[in-house]
């Protein structure tokens, strides 16, 4: 059995390199997932809808351990919703869940759709389209979605999901135009993640050695969709077979046979964030864009309000890290001495059906409270900002907010605690059912929120945050 050393922060642990991998990878919302190999080095991409930066970036040197490392969309320049300006942003069209290929001859693809499969190829900078065609109609496929696009050996293929417990592989031998044949790669392949879904929608990758492996998503709601590995191999005829146990996609396979080119580093653990430096760690996404005017990093994080609202979805500059599951529990060390009358700031349990605790100054006067039931409607916009169910006195300038969190499917809960002295917590109301529903896609969030509901020119200071498990 080897060692290798994780380092994060100040924390560093010593982390074996088993003969075994248990799935999930990681228990963490990052859908839609693709991976790339360059080298020694994997890549791994998720979507994160309306949270900003977008698409999130994973590094790994054996697939297992993983390190957030920045995003690809630094800003969601597409209109003044993704800004909560007029509205919050709400998914468009467009290439519906589309997968790039890079062809051998370096021309840009993508394949996308939901009603037939859809193949176009793009201008040489990848900005506008040539051409573009049904590839695999409706009548054909029945309902798919999904797609990645592959070319190896002069064959193309589409990976696509027919949601939400089968994949199929569309595979063309005369070009990426196709015609294509479709066979199934796998179907009800049970759950290797108990009571969690079947996988399904991710990407293929070679290692170094010539291996291959699928990295699927289950959905594991109320967290969201969470990554699950398993060996891939070829046939002569040029169709991919996942290894199955038993016709299972398995909890656990053999190791992948990869000697790491330096020690793997992962993200998925507990430690302390004090906001240091002079950005935010990538772990770190805004609930939509930030007004960059109106918060800091020094010796702590610096939350102005920036509106002025009763709704917690419509406060620019929430501050969003994904729940390491199945539980786990985040701290907020909060300085509220720069809060103005009709200010709230706190942490919350962040999703379409969402609770708070926080600091609530009126008046002046500062008491802590939780709000539970604020809820959007399926169009995304907010039909409940919630009602206070429970509160506590505050004395001093100092408050540590908890929010313990379970996020496996069949316990589903939130307990909210706080503390004056960050030691001693005591949970203030009532245990909160999370909203195990998959149409919002996300999982919950910890979220950390300063808005006013009279007028702007009041701050807080957060001045660490705590994952703990």
Known sequence: MKVSTLALGSLSLALPTLAEFSNPVFWEDFADLDVIRVDDVFYYSASNMHYSPGAPLLRSYDLLNWEFIGHSIPELAFGSAYNLEGGQAIIDTCYYDVGLLISSDDTMYVAYGNDGIS???????????????????????????????????????????????EEHVLMSTSGPFGPYTRQPLITSAGNPVPNCGYPHQGGIVDTPNGDWYYMAFVDAYPGGRIPVLAPLVWGDDGWPTVELVDGTWSTTYDTPNITPSKTPISSFVAGTDNFTGTSLSPQWEWNHNPDNDHWSLDNGLILDTVTVTDDLYAARNTLSHRILGPQSSGTIHLNISSMASGDRAGLALLRDSSAWIGVVNDGGASHIGVTTELSMGTDWNTVSTGSEVATADLTGDEVWLRVDANIEPTAATGQFSYSLDGATFSNLGDAYALNTSWEFFMGYRFGIFNFASEELGGSVRVNSFELST
């Open 119 to 165: 193949v176009a190829q793009l201008s040489e900078d990848g900005l506008s389209q040539v051409s573009t065609q049904v590839i695999f109609p409706t009548d054909d496929a029945g309902y798919l979605e999904g797609s990645r696009f592959y070319e190896r050996n002069g064959t193309y293929y589409i990976f696509v999901v027919h949601p939400a417990n």
